[in-house]
């Protein structure tokens, strides 16, 4: 067996030498208590195709947030203001093996708040053709339930979900259907019976959310849980591989000021653009080793 | 012959007769209120009344030019049940609701769904940053939304009827919490609009909703989406918000004082006569 682990780690080009920065103390001197600086990410684990029931998985790990995500191809009418296309759909489960918290309804308000971010960084024309989800117009169309599983929070929930969508997106293939029509004008619906005669999406414009805390004066990516406890007001933004923002939204029960939130928005750009091309090279990497790669799975 | 008199004569579904207008046909309940041309920055009259409802601690009823927004305090009483609270803080608890027959078009179902959750959890984090949560420990302050008529901007319009109203209710505060809608139309090279109708917001790429704390100068509440755009267009969409919250509080302001010592306020042309 070979194993496949892949990582992405952003970093950013610092302009200081290693050594000098860690001697700085606190955020306020661009270090923090893992010994990152402001802007840099944990190192985070990607796998794509880990649950073999479905159209599509990954599987993220961004130090001890552990998400795991499923999209289920499933065939529907379009609605009725969109005839032309498919649409998605987003579950957030919080289990309770998370958090303690999540026990019982606990985590309910969490999930669908997460679950109502996706929908909002989902909604514009920009993120997904959902034109190539529709199989006849008016009629028929694939649905994508898009699953997410809460399997560990370690911080930084919202990133490393979008992280994982975008990659079980990435993942996914749908199976070619053809629309056959006869003399009647009866409809018939017709699979390939090739099982790799499949469509893929197109992931580029998928955009990932970045959240910046807020501590102190200085904002902070990729909180751990400790610094999220400290942040008062945090600022989500989503980002496309472009460094184009589709969302923003402030988290929490703080205020921001104006000018700060100008800083953060360019910092939300800067480190998306980042983690974009990270993420793209991954996956593209992973996609090229073919069905000969070896899965890593959950003990890996 | 007798007909069956169970039987409901009529589609198991209805849909609402806008579905069958030719797609280029925009009826006349959806244009209310737009100009085609019109100043960017022009934001509607606003009428305001505090502290109309008897059974509420606070209330207050908010219109801004179409979009007629009832915003009510309940509390603060004692929390009763649920998880025990983190801390000596008072709980601020709020529902953002439509009514049924609030927007044109179909009818809303009367639980809400998604949006109204998504729309309570934004009122609430624009609302906790101003409300000095710590004098009321262990407490529940319940504040309640309801917009009779969607204009455009409700989520603004009900975040300023909502701060009105807990000033109403005597609760203790930072600053009182305005809120602006933008939106920023297709097209080339848009410029954004502040406080749009109803219209407007549909045609919108982007839709964007500042909370605004004037006199600490800090953004208490942010929700926006749409197609990409650059973090300076954002940043601009975000400057005009605050402007307009800057130029909104003095009525707000006013109708306060006016609710705790009447006094006839002297009328401004951001406002509209009372009815």
Known sequence: ?300 | MPGDRRRIKGPEKSQAPILYAPPDQVLEEYTREYVPTRDPQRQRPVYVKVGYLSQATGSAYFESGATKIVASVSGPRQAEGGEPPIGLEGRLVCHFRRAPFSAPGPRRSPSGGREEKELSLALQEALVPAVQLQRYPRALLEVSVLVLEDGGSTLAAGITAASLALADASIEMFDLVAACGLALPPGADPAWLLDPVFYEEQQAVVGLTVAFMPVSNQVSGLLGSGEGQAADRWAEGVRLGTEGCQRLYPTMQRWSLHTAAPTPPPQTPTEKADP
């Open chain 1, 1 to 300: 067996m070979m194993f496949v682990k892949l990582v992405v780690n952003v970093r950013r080009c610092s302009c200081y030498p290693e050594s000098f920065r860690q001697q700085r103390i606190g955020t306020q001197e661009d270090l923090r208590v893992d010994g990152r600086g402001c802007e840099d990410y944990r190192c985070a684990e990607v796998e794509t195709d880990v649950v073999s029931n479905t159209s599509g998985s990954a599987r993220v790990k961004l130090g001890h947030t552990d998400i795991l995500v499923g999209v289920k191809a499933e065939m529907g009418t379009p609605k009725w203001e969109r005839p032309d296309e498919g649409y998605l759909e987003f579950f957030v489960d919080c289990s309770a093996n998370a958090t303690p918290e999540f026990e019982g309804r606990g985590g309910d308000d969490l999930g669908t708040e997460i679950a109502n971010t996706l929908y909002r960084i989902f909604n514009n024309k920009g993120s997904i053709d959902l034109t190539s989800l529709c199989i006849s117009p008016r009629e028929h169309c694939w649905i994508l339930y898009v699953d997410v599983l809460l399997l560990e929070c370690g911080g930084n929930l919202f990133d490393a979900i979008s992280i994982a969508v975008k990659a079980a997106l990435f993942n996914t293939s749908i199976p070619k259907v053809r629309v056959l029509e006869d003399e009647e004008g009866s409809k018939d619906i017709e699979l390939s019976d090739d099982p790799y005669d499949c469509i893929r999406l197109n992931v580029e414009n998928v955009p990932c959310i970045i959240t910046l805390s807020k501590i102190g004066y200085r904002h902070v990516v990729d909180a751990t849980l400790q610094e999220e406890a400290c942040s008062l007001a945090s600022l989500l933004v989503s980002v496309t591989s472009k460094g184009v923002l589709t969302c923003l939204r402030k988290v929490g029960k703080g205020s921001l000021d104006p000018e700060s939130i100008f800083e953060m928005m360019e910092t939300g750009k800067r480190v998306g653009k980042v983690l974009h091309a990270s993420l793209q090279t991954i996956l593209q990497k992973e996609e090229n080793l073919g069905p000969k790669r070896q899965k890593v799975g959950f003990l890996g």
